[in-house]
């Protein structure tokens, strides 16, 4: 049944990588290696998170995200296609007013549970080790949200379950991609091999 | 009178009618007007059963002071007068589940009150199920945990366990995802070692698209060979191209890779061959000091 379904992902991620890049190299011929590869990456990651159809938080933080860039906007659009409904969730300026009020809130709550702790605990951190693990795992939440897409405006919950996601769909990337890259590589060899 | 008639019917809409019905007639005058007192007053064993599910065992009385203000104030949107259980499982609406943590702390102090009076304390019956016919969907969830024996029955440490046995739960399930992980225990080391899973399988896609751009000049690729990579190997679990290549195509630096069925996200089997194809790399665009600049720098990251 897994097979199934990721076999069929893998061949709608193929195909908008295969579109996005086709459209790319219609508008702009004879790019550098840095540059193809820019390219390359993008179209890989706008097809990834196209298939998920704006189901998950990180694919529309993704999009979203390369849609911000001007010389991106097109190709995004073209690849969306023109059935897409898919809309930027909010302009530039909401997101960062977004981001304040998320993070000014946060402020109040920990100001607020700082106080609390402080009326409750007596002589501090009397649970030291409870405290070592919280501030480990606040650590790496934070990093976590760095990494997936999007990850900063999620609370701590539903970013676990945007993760678990992310990485399967970033495995079906890296599988196709390198099974791509292997095979034209190995393909260019036997080629060479043969005019030798 | 009517109108404690009408908040009382919107409130059991999921429940018994004519249990209803019973439950209208032994309502006691109220002391203030709010509408949750009606509840509060009724004998404990009807208004809870209208509102847990039948499996649940005799309720208790709740009177909680909290119930009575957190629902209007939580519940801008909706009648306040309005409520639903839902499900246990996390996977589905998620984003009604993240307004549940706030929401649930009325209901949650109802259960803190029932656990006072000591009936079915077992960890067993932890949370309860929802009821089989749920109203419409603008309701707002409301999850009901029942207060452990021998822990703090502070609603707010319940809420918050509630919470955390949620994250726990999500975190079992990427502890199956990630390889390696299932042996673990500690939150902050399975975050760890998801947080590493991410980054490699980035740094990964970053590789691989540095691969790609070095093999194609144009970055049109060819559909012949979509084709017959989506025939092979593309349709396999693991990168085995075995289906495409011809065996005796001995080709070293790839025999690891695609030959031997391997875990592709095995980190420390991933680095070696990484090394190589930034070694052919060099070979097809030795011109190009950049590139090579930047193969050194990725080897140097390994």
């Given at each position: 049944?897994?097979?199934?379904?990721?076999?069929?992902?893998?061949?709608?991620?193929?195909?908008?990588?295969?579109?996005?890049?086709?459209?790319?190299?219609?508008?702009?011929?004879?790019?550098?290696?840095?540059?193809?590869?820019?390219?390359?990456?993008?179209?890989?990651?706008?097809?990834?998170?196209?298939?998920?159809?704006?189901?998950?938080?990180?694919?529309?933080?993704?999009?979203?995200?390369?849609?911000?860039?001007?010389?991106?906007?097109?190709?995004?659009?073209?690849?969306?296609?023109?059935?897409?409904?898919?809309?930027?969730?909010?302009?530039?300026?909401?997101?960062?007013?977004?981001?304040?009020?998320?993070?000014?809130?946060?402020?109040?709550?920990?100001?607020?549970?700082?106080?609390?702790?402080?009326?409750?605990?007596?002589?501090?951190?009397?649970?030291?080790?409870?405290?070592?693990?919280?501030?480990?795992?606040?650590?790496?939440?934070?990093?976590?949200?760095?990494?997936?897409?999007?990850?900063?405006?999620?609370?701590?919950?539903?970013?676990?379950?945007?993760?678990?996601?992310?990485?399967?769909?970033?495995?079906?990337?890296?599988?196709?991609?390198?099974?791509?890259?292997?095979?034209?590589?190995?393909?260019?060899?036997?080629?060479?091999?043969?005019?030798? | 009178?009517?109108?404690?008639?009408?908040?009382?019917?919107?409130?059991?809409?999921?429940?018994?009618?004519?249990?209803?019905?019973?439950?209208?007639?032994?309502?006691?005058?109220?002391?203030?007007?709010?509408?949750?007192?009606?509840?509060?007053?009724?004998?404990?064993?009807?208004?809870?059963?209208?509102?847990?599910?039948?499996?649940?065992?005799?309720?208790?009385?709740?009177?909680?002071?909290?119930?009575?203000?957190?629902?209007?104030?939580?519940?801008?949107?909706?009648?306040?007068?309005?409520?639903?259980?839902?499900?246990?499982?996390?996977?589905?609406?998620?984003?009604?589940?993240?307004?549940?943590?706030?929401?649930?702390?009325?209901?949650?102090?109802?259960?803190?009150?029932?656990?006072?009076?000591?009936?079915?304390?077992?960890?067993?019956?932890?949370?309860?199920?929802?009821?089989?016919?749920?109203?419409?969907?603008?309701?707002?969830?409301?999850?009901?945990?029942?207060?452990?024996?021998?822990?703090?029955?502070?609603?707010?440490?319940?809420?918050?366990?509630?919470?955390?046995?949620?994250?726990?739960?999500?975190?079992?399930?990427?502890?199956?995802?990630?390889?390696?992980?299932?042996?673990?225990?500690?939150?902050?080391?399975?975050?760890?070692e998801i947080i590493n899973h991410v980054q490699?399988?980035?740094?990964?896609?970053?590789?691989?698209?540095?691969?790609?751009?070095?093999?194609?000049?144009?970055?049109?690729?060819?559909?012949?060979?979509?084709?017959?990579?989506?025939?092979?190997?593309?349709?396999?679990?693991?990168?085995?191209?075995?289906?495409?290549v011809s065996p005796p195509l001995s080709n070293?630096?790839?025999?690891?890779?695609?030959?031997?069925?391997?875990?592709?996200?095995?980190?420390?089997?991933?680095?070696?061959?990484?090394?190589?194809?930034?070694?052919?790399?060099?070979?097809?665009?030795?011109?190009?000091?950049?590139?090579?600049?930047?193969?050194?720098?990725?080897?140097?990251?390994?």
């Amino acid at each position: 049944m897994k097979v199934h379904t990721s076999s069929k992902l893998r061949k709608e991620f193929i195909k908008k990588w295969v579109k996005g890049l086709q459209i790319c190299c219609s508008l702009k011929k004879n790019m550098d290696i840095l540059e193809r590869k820019k390219k390359i990456k993008l179209c890989a990651d706008i097809a990834l998170a196209s298939t998920k159809n704006e189901t998950t938080l990180w694919s529309i933080a993704l999009i979203s995200d390369a849609k911000k860039d001007d010389e991106n906007k097109i190709l995004v659009d073209n690849l969306l296609g023109p059935e897409s409904r898919f809309k930027p969730r909010m302009t530039n300026r909401q997101m960062i007013a977004c981001h304040k009020r998320v993070r000014s809130k946060k402020i109040l709550k920990k100001s607020r549970h700082v106080c609390q702790k402080m009326k409750k605990m007596g002589p501090p951190k009397s649970n030291l080790a409870a405290y070592i693990a919280k501030t480990l795992v606040k650590r790496r939440t934070q990093v976590l949200k760095r990494l997936v897409p999007g990850g900063e405006s999620m609370d701590e919950f539903s970013l676990i379950k945007e993760a678990l996601d992310y990485v399967l769909s970033l495995r079906i990337q890296v599988d196709v991609m390198r099974t791509l890259a292997n095979a034209n590589e190995v393909l260019n060899q036997s080629d060479s091999k043969i005019i030798d | 009178m009517e109108k404690r008639e009408e908040t009382c019917t919107e409130l059991f809409q999921f429940g018994e009618e004519s249990e209803f019905q019973s439950l209208m007639s032994v309502v006691p005058p109220p002391e203030t007007g709010n509408s949750f007192t009606a509840l509060l007053e009724l004998p404990p064993n009807q208004a809870v059963m209208l509102l847990h599910s039948p499996e649940e065992t005799a309720p208790d009385n709740f009177t909680s002071p909290e119930f009575l203000e957190t629902p209007n104030s939580i519940l801008p949107n909706s009648s306040p007068n309005n409520f639903s259980l839902v499900k246990q499982e996390p996977v589905d609406s998620d984003s009604v589940h993240n307004s549940s943590p706030n929401m649930s702390d009325p209901v949650i102090s109802k259960s803190t009150k029932r656990k006072e009076r000591g009936k079915n304390v077992k960890s067993a019956a932890k949370k309860s199920k929802s009821v089989a016919n749920e109203t419409d969907g603008d309701k707002l969830p409301y999850v009901h945990v029942r207060a452990r024996r021998g822990q703090a029955t502070d609603s707010h440490s319940i809420a918050e366990r509630a919470r955390r046995e949620k994250i726990n739960a999500r975190m079992k399930l990427l502890q199956e995802l990630v390889p390696g992980c299932s042996k673990i225990t500690g939150t902050a080391m399975v975050l760890d070692e998801i947080i590493n899973h991410v980054q490699s399988l980035q740094r990964q896609v970053e590789f691989l698209s540095m691969r790609l751009a070095a093999l194609h000049p144009n970055i049109d690729i060819n559909l012949d060979n979509i084709i017959s990579a989506e025939s092979g190997s593309l349709m396999d679990g693991n990168g085995n191209f075995t289906g495409m290549v011809s065996p005796p195509l001995s080709n070293q630096i790839w025999q690891p890779d695609g030959l031997t069925p391997q875990p592709l996200w095995g980190v420390e089997e991933m680095n070696p061959n990484f090394i190589t194809p930034e070694n052919s790399l060099l070979s097809y665009d030795s011109s190009r000091s950049s590139v090579s600049l930047h193969t050194n720098q990725l080897k140097m990251e390994l």
